[in-house]
Structures are given as structure tokens and as C-alpha cells.
């Protein structure tokens, strides 16, 4: 059984900052962040290899890093310069390295206020 949790979601005013986490019960290769706002689907949000190679859709760029801790099959999201628009449900995703498979979390919620 595979199990993605994530935390750090949370209220924040606009231009402060939050951090997610996402443990994953095994290894994975591929870890990413995506999120979904009420009414629309669900987006990337940025990815990170195992072995560090990054990437990150254009509205975040600059503003939100994607990292992660192998040995703690752990991944990270440190988002600044927050937004209103960045309110959503994130969602973490991995790629398994024992069966390819990907899988989802729970998604936690991240409101930004004005």
C-alpha cells in the first residue's frame, strides 16, 4: 500500500509565504506538486526528479521551489510572493521506483487572502 501524506497547507495573506511537505512511504523517482482551484482542473504546479532536475509551470516560476530529500522520500514546496490566485488544493504525485505507478495524496488546502 502506497501512502502520500502531505501537510503545510494553511491561510496565508497575500505576498507571506507557506511551505508543503509530502512523505511517501517508499521510493519514488519522479515527485510533483499540483493543484486545483474550485471549478477548475487540476494543474501542474512543478515536478523534481530523483536526481534534482526541476520544473515549474510559468505562473509560479520564481516565486516557488520544488525540492526533496531521498532518504526521507520526502518532498517539498516553498512558495513565496504568495497570491490570491494561488489558492487551491495541492496535491502531491509520485512516481514509484519499484513499480512505476503513480500515485496521489490527499491534497491539502492553501488559501491566500488579499
Known amino acids: 500500500q502506497v501512502q502520500l501524506v502531505e501537510s503545510g497547507g494553511g491561510l496565508v495573506q497575500a505576498g507571506g509565504s507557506l511551505g508543503l511537505s509530502c512523505l511517501a512511504s517508499?521510493?519514488?523517482?519522479?515527485m510533483g506538486w499540483y493543484r486545483q482551484a474550485p471549478g477548475e482542473k487540476r494543474d501542474l504546479v512543478a515536478t523534481i526528479t530523483r536526481g534534482g532536475d526541476t520544473s515549474y509551470a510559468d505562473s509560479v516560476k520564481c516565486r516557488f521551489t520544488i525540492s526533496r530529500d531521498n532518504a526521507k522520500n520526502t518532498v517539498y514546496l516553498q512558495m513565496n510572493s504568495l497570491k490570491t490566485e494561488d489558492t487551491a488544493v495541492y496535491y502531491c504525485?509520485?512516481?514509484?521506483?519499484?513499480?512505476?505507478?503513480?500515485?496521489w495524496g490527499q491534497g491539502t488546502q492553501v488559501t491566500v487572502s488579499s
Open positions: 517508499r521510493s519514488t523517482l519522479i
Open positions: 504525485n509520485a512516481q514509484m521506483l519499484d513499480n512505476g505507478y503513480t500515485y
